[in-house]
């Protein structure tokens, strides 16, 4: 992987955290795929509070740092660990796309503007 990928589990009741940061990482690196120019990820999971009516939830928190600009996913949260990481990546990769498009545009159309084209 090309960027550099900081992980943080605050959760301490996870006995897997080498096995959920393995799957972090082996996920976040089909990021470098969208757009190649990432400088920096940081993917931070974390316990929610208690829901009555739910299971405990998990949190996942991105930051991306890309020249000139900065993608961050919020308030990502499941019950299941796994699948929070893997909506928040989502997230992610579909903003890298945007921004990919946004760069690409400008550079090809430089005349045209994104919101004409919605």
């Not at 959920?20 to 974390?46: G, M, N």
């Not at 699948?83 to 992610?92: E, H, K, M, P, Q």
């Not at 921004?99 to 084209?117: E, T, V, W």
């Amino acid at each position: 992987m090309s960027m550099p990928l900081n992980i943080t589990i605050r959760d301490n009741s996870q006995n897997n955290t080498k096995a959920l940061t393995r799957h972090i990482q082996k996920k976040a690196h089909k990021l470098d795929q969208y757009y190649q120019d990432i400088i920096s990820c940081h993917i931070v999971v974390e316990p929610t509070q208690r829901n009555q009516h739910q299971g405990n939830l998990h949190s996942v928190h991105i930051d991306l740092k890309i020249p000139k600009d900065e993608i961050i996913i919020n308030k990502v949260a499941n019950e299941n660990i796994y699948v929070a990481i893997r909506d928040a990546l989502n997230a992610a990769c579909r903003r890298l796309q945007s921004q990919c498009a946004r760069k690409h545009m400008a550079r090809h159309a430089p005349g045209i503007r994104i919101s004409d084209l919605t």
